[in-house]
């Protein structure tokens, strides 16, 4: 067998070339290792747990917050209470975006879809969990109808 670099005859079961050094492997049809690229973590998949995380803790926080606001006496006027406020409705577009940012990941090739579907499940579910912890806080306040004042 004939180098492909430099045409210099060799054995054929050469795997390097005598003259050269270049690699014969490949030409001869020999086990060559096909280097199959292993599937990675998406990286939007990640970014969107990340995402999850914080926006989590931060929801975390302001309900924590706010239930111990009201085991103090604490009224709605409080700005400590408006705070808390402003946290969980801030960690909402955080949930978003991180749900986005896991669809994104979903749709990437040659990534490992599971990053993508936990992080797409982890800022789902805490979004709808914190969607009904916040029209159950309204109702209760008496911001809005509960189902059994609705005529
Ligand atoms: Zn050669």
């Given at each position: 067998?004939?180098?492909?670099?430099?045409?210099?005859?060799?054995?054929?079961?050469a795997?390097f070339?005598?003259y050269?050094?270049?690699?014969?492997?490949?030409?001869?049809?020999?086990?060559?290792?096909i280097?199959?690229?292993?599937?990675?973590h998406?990286?939007?998949?990640?970014?969107s747990?990340?995402?999850?995380v914080?926006?989590?803790?931060l929801?975390?926080?302001?309900?924590?917050?706010?239930?111990?606001?009201?085991?103090?006496?604490?009224g709605?006027?409080?700005?400590s209470?408006?705070?808390?406020g402003?946290?969980?409705?801030?960690?909402?577009?955080?949930?978003?975006?991180?749900?986005?940012?896991g669809?994104?990941?979903?749709f990437i090739?040659?990534?490992?879809?599971t990053?993508?579907?936990?992080?797409?499940i982890?800022?789902v579910?805490?979004?709808?969990?914190?969607?009904?912890?916040?029209?159950i806080?309204?109702?209760?306040?008496?911001?809005?109808?509960?189902?059994?004042?609705?005529?």
């Open positions: 067998m004939d180098c492909e670099k430099c045409g210099h005859s060799n054995p054929d079961v795997e070339c005598s050269c050094g270049n690699t014969m492997l490949s030409k001869a049809g020999s086990p060559v290792s280097s199959v690229t292993p599937k990675k998406s990286e939007v998949g990640i970014a747990i990340i995402t999850a914080v926006a989590g803790l929801a975390l926080v302001s309900l924590t917050g706010a239930v111990i606001l009201v085991s103090q006496g604490k709605q006027s409080d700005p209470m408006a705070l808390c402003c946290g969980m409705l801030l960690a909402f577009p955080i949930f978003i975006i991180g749900g986005i940012l669809l994104i990941g979903l090739q040659n990534r490992i879809k990053t993508a579907i936990v992080g797409i982890l800022n579910l805490p979004c709808l969990m914190l969607l009904v912890l916040i029209i806080g309204l109702i209760k306040s008496g911001k809005i109808p509960g189902p059994a004042e609705m005529p």
